[in-house]
């Protein structure tokens, strides 16, 4: 049954049904014109959000903002590492307290695992997970898939690879775990010392998905519907010389797209480095930065249905 | 005689008067239900609010910010410590008188005393001081006040106790002035070496306010509508062998409230840290966090007299 | 001919041809009773302004910020040195190609010359270059003028000064090349090591502007319609030395301004230091503080032009 959205949380991934996600992504469906600006909204009128970012991101702030400015809310915002008050000792919980007296709604972002959750026990309102840390990134989760909708128009069916850093991944991770509510193959891609982690393979297997791994990108290329390729991050690794060793393993080209299955959609949660050259932007394979874009719309579904207005 | 509010600035807590007090509470309690979200309003429309904020205060700006903007207003803002032009040595009047050119009304915070006062000099928009380092934090004190009219329905006829630094704590000297326009009985809770200063309490006599003064937090409790805790600050003392000695020296628990007045009012102008117990917040008696509320509706009065708009 | 402005870039000062100029001002001068608040309006209601400042800026963010609000459009902004993607090594190519899926029209300032050119071809949104280093600054140009016709009424005919640092000051170049579309009359004053670029006046020469050099600021001053002084900056010195003898060598008082022509209008782009005395400020000559004004509307009138809307 699908949770009630109304006033909740969006904390994890794991707590979407897939009759959940099929609302968000109808939802969502409905808001593309209004996030491409074709449409006009005043749908959160009279509604705040506060995104809170204990870290910069400025990519995912600026998509929570101009989501909510465009359904007609307003915003009151703040890109400091260092609070003020936190800086002076203020637990989380009670800077989210105060700042629940202030808005609607909150979107926070916090380098530690947990702290999505303490923010959400210490509010009445709704509190979405932009990101804590290691932790999860649902709403990017969310836009990963429906990205592969947007671009593949279904989900069912498809074979869908992964590439890079499996290990520390969050984005991967997440969306594996959406992915299971589906009837997907899954290929994950990685150097030995960034394979995916046995607990998510397990629930893989619990959830009777089908999925294999490799070392190869190049393995079963011609059969995939998608290719999720993530950056290999130098700060994950304690051991320069690993990092050194992996670190350019796998660089998507034209020419290895060109090998691919006709209409093979690249994505990537950005930013890239050399992961993705880039002569491979021009090509319509190239979904990564239509993915940005649709986590306007994801947002604005969120938004909305935890405002009650959706 | 009121001071006329349409295009003046307030820097003081020290410039209102009685009947100021009595008018801005009356507009701030009407402004209740829009700080609520209750209400909807287009006051403030086409008014621009500047939050200059040369030092972090995230509590103290989202507060302005969200009074101005759930008025119909708008924002434009800074929360960087170094401003652009600052660092290459332009002067604080310089800089206001600018943004004086852009909006219709400015709140800024400042680390050195007398800097709100310089701002408003500078341009003939209206100025708000949110904080100027040692100096005052107004309209922090008119919020102390409206959270004790909210909580007890009155404020004449109160015994309320302050305890903690009232030697550098900035909050407790404001409140103290204001309610020295009231019948009031106070109580100042101290350590020797933070007692409140001299001319604070020359000023109280002068006034005929009854006050005392005690080491002990549970000397009198019983009979306290109102106790006003505040943070022992570190960065205040030259020697840290002094803070250790008094950092700890009241902590109000659960078993401590239980032994005041019935309906005894616990206030603190946050952050907090070990000085009230986190067992506490359930309490009816914690006003703390509801008194950050009470900062939009006292700010959204502000702004709509100073612009002419109450 | 005049350029299409409707989904341009303002890149360059070069690019405006004197019938852009005069359309400009047209527009600004329309703009000006919004720009003071005297009259509202929606003209850019439902567009989204991202200001993506790479180095603080404070004047020029506000007056971008404001021109887009008092417009009835929307803000998405950051001001931090650090953009958190472009500290893991994401091209800015990939930065603005991101943020112009989320907005209508992009204002950058970045450090480095030719940035803003990168950006403006990594989307199709319109971008402003709000500064790019030592390279152009065109909204400053076009403010600059502005202000010289708001003040004297006419542009062909006048008697123009400049001061300071005529070498490294971007603002100097840019306004000069405009001034070379006009019918006026250059004097430019500066120090031996600091003389206007050899580029600069080989231009102004085959444009057949009647132009001098001199050193000396008070050499015709008797004559100068427009004096523009600027700072000597320090950081643009290799040698220490060489900065301490010229960099005092200017001091506007108002003794010199006394001694200049009736009506002589003294502009200054700030921040300024002691290159003009604050007993200037008074004079009506001083136009500097209302040259920061003129920024608003000029704003307005490029981002009105820039989403088709003028």
Partial sequence: MSIKFHSKDIIS?????????DMIFEIAARMEPIARGDEESRLLRSKYLATLFFESSTRTRFSF???????????INTSHVAFSSITKGESLHDTVKVVGNFVDIIAIRHPLVGSALTAAKATERPVINAGDGPGEHPTQALLDLFT????????????????????????????????????????????????????????????????????????????????YDTRIQEERFTDLKEFEKVKN?????????????????????LPRLQEISVEVDDLPNAAYFRQTFYGVPIRMALLALLLGKA
Same sequence: chains 1, 2, 3.
């Fill in 65 to 75: 903002e101009i989501a909510m400015l465009r359904l007609g809310g307003q915003i």
């Fill in 148 to 227: 592969i909708l947007k671009e593949k128009k279904r989900i069912d069916g498809l074979k869908i690879a992964m590439a890079g850093d499996l290990k520390f991944g969050r984005t991967i991770h997440s969306l594996a775990q959406l992915l299971a509510h589906f009837d997907v193959e899954l290929v994950f891609i990685s150097p030995e010392i960034l394979r995916a982690p046995e607990g998510l393979l397990a629930h893989l297997r619990e959830k009777g998905v089908s999925f294999r791994e490799t070392k190869d990108i190049e393995d079963g290329i011609c059969d995939f519907d998608v290719l």
């Fill in 13 to 21: 991934a794991k707590q979407f049904t897939r009759e959940d996600l």
């Fill in 249 to 269: 393993c796998y660089t998507i080209t034209k020419e290895l797209v060109g090998r691919g299955k006709e209409g093979i959609c690249i994505m990537h949660p």
